[in-house]
């Protein structure tokens, strides 16, 4: 089946560790995305590719990393100067950079 | 980065009323899309809307491109207890290129059966 895997759903990491979120899509889609979501909060993007070998920082991209070496994957690195990163993250993609982005499962990162 | 203003926060409404959210910007878009999200889980597409003026339905939800190009709405028809979510609008610009979706707070609808 087609779709968008985020993977782990569920993810528990010390402080001061880095930890890397996976994302793939056999959508056969361009551009891919990282949005975080926090209580009572709307989506706020964190990195977005349109194209592979290249990516541009969202609004808060402090504190993250991404590569895009390969179209379907597009793996996020939560760093340790992220000064809170327990959150909900949701990886997205789209056929090319305009309209419609379909959502992966989601992974839910806990920093204790 | 840009804001979408999504309103009401939240509902809590009877099971069979309808349902009304909003979401207004101060600058123009070119889409506007409406998502729902259940609890865990990653949001999913209910409708797409590209021209000015465009109403589009799907099923008992019908949304609403604004004709300013500023603003969209929601609507769903007689509820039920399956409505329940988080419901987010989503807007894209065309500056020099396409710009990644700005995405609203979210409306919080709770069904009363």
């Known amino acids: 089946d087609g779709g968008i895997t985020q993977s782990p759903k569920y993810l528990f990491r010390k402080e001061g560790q880095n930890v890397t979120l996976s994302c793939e899509q056999n959508?056969?889609?361009?551009?891919m995305y990282w949005y975080r979501q926090d209580p009572g909060q709307g989506l706020r993007l964190i990195y977005y590719?349109?194209?592979?070998?290249?990516?541009q920082k969202g609004d808060i991209a402090e504190g993250y990393s991404v590569s895009r070496e390969k179209k379907e994957s597009f793996p996020l690195t939560v760093t340790s100067a992220q000064k809170n990163p327990t959150a909900f993250y949701l990886c997205?993609?789209?056929?090319?950079?305009?309209?419609?982005?379909?959502f992966g499962q989601g992974t839910r990162l806990t920093v204790v | 980065g840009q804001q979408l203003n999504q309103s009401p926060q939240s509902m809590f409404i009877q099971e069979g009323e309808d349902v009304s959210m909003n979401c207004t910007s101060s600058s123009i878009f070119n889409t506007w899309l409406w998502y729902k999200q259940d609890p865990g889980e990653g949001p999913v597409l209910l409708i797409a809307?590209?021209?000015?003026?465009e109403l589009t339905s799907n099923g008992r939800l019908t949304a609403q491109f604004g004709i300013t190009r500023k603003d969209s709405f929601l609507n769903i028809s007689a509820s039920i207890p399956s409505d329940v979510g988080i419901y987010f609008c989503?807007?894209?610009?065309?500056?020099?290129?396409?710009?990644?979706?700005?995405f609203g707070k979210g409306t919080r609808l709770s069904v009363i059966a």
């Open positions: 959508l056969n889609h361009d551009a």
């Open positions: 809307l590209y021209k000015a003026g």
């Open positions: 989503a807007g894209q610009q065309y500056l020099s290129g396409n710009t990644p979706l700005v």
């Open positions: 590719s349109q194209i592979v070998n290249d990516f």
């Open positions: 997205a993609s789209s056929i090319n950079s305009q309209g419609e982005a379909f």
